[in-house]
Nanobody, 121 residues
Framework: QVQLVESGGGLVQPGGSLRLSCTAS????????MGWYRQAPGKQRELVATSTSGGSTNYADSVKGRFTISRDSPMNTIYLQMNSLKPEDTAVYYC???????????????WGQGTQVTVSS
C-alpha cells in the first residue's frame, strides 16, 4: 500500500515562509499526479497545488505567485514552498498521490496524515 509522510508544518508569522515535504512509499501501476490540499476549520478540503507525472503544475488562485510545488522523482518526494504566508493560509495541509493501482483499476487517491500550518503574529 502507498504511504505518504508529510513534514515541515509549524507556526510562522505573516509574511514568513515554510517548506512542506511529502515522501511516498509503495507501488503503483501508473502515477497520475501528486499534490497538496488543505483544510481549514469549518471548511472543505481544497486543492492547493498539483504536479502531474508529465510535469504540469496547477495552483489555486489564492496561492499563485506565493507557493511553488516541486518534485524530486528519484526520491518520490514532493515539496511545497510557501512564501508570503497569510493568516488565511492557516490549515491542515495534506499530501495526495493519485494513481492507477493496476491495469484494470480506476484512479485511486492516497492521503498523508496532514501537517498543521498556522500563520499568526
Amino acid at each position: 500500500q502507498v504511504q505518504l509522510v508529510e513534514s515541515g508544518g509549524g507556526l510562522v508569522q505573516p509574511g514568513g515562509s515554510l517548506r512542506l515535504s511529502c515522501t511516498a512509499s509503495g507501488s503503483y501501476f501508473r502515477l497520475i499526479a501528486m499534490g497538496w490540499y488543505r483544510q481549514a476549520p469549518g471548511k472543505q478540503r481544497e486543492l492547493v497545488a498539483t504536479s502531474t507525472s508529465g510535469g504540469s503544475t496547477n495552483y489555486a488562485d489564492s496561492v499563485k505567485g506565493r507557493f511553488t510545488i516541486s518534485r524530486d522523482s528519484p526520491m518520490n518526494t514532493i515539496y511545497l514552498q510557501m512564501n508570503s504566508l497569510k493568516p488565511e493560509d492557516t490549515a491542515v495541509y495534506y499530501c495526495n498521490q493519485r494513481q492507477y493501482d493496476s491495469l484494470r483499476s480506476g484512479p485511486n487517491d492516497y492521503w498523508g496524515q496532514g501537517t498543521q500550518v498556522t500563520v499568526s503574529s
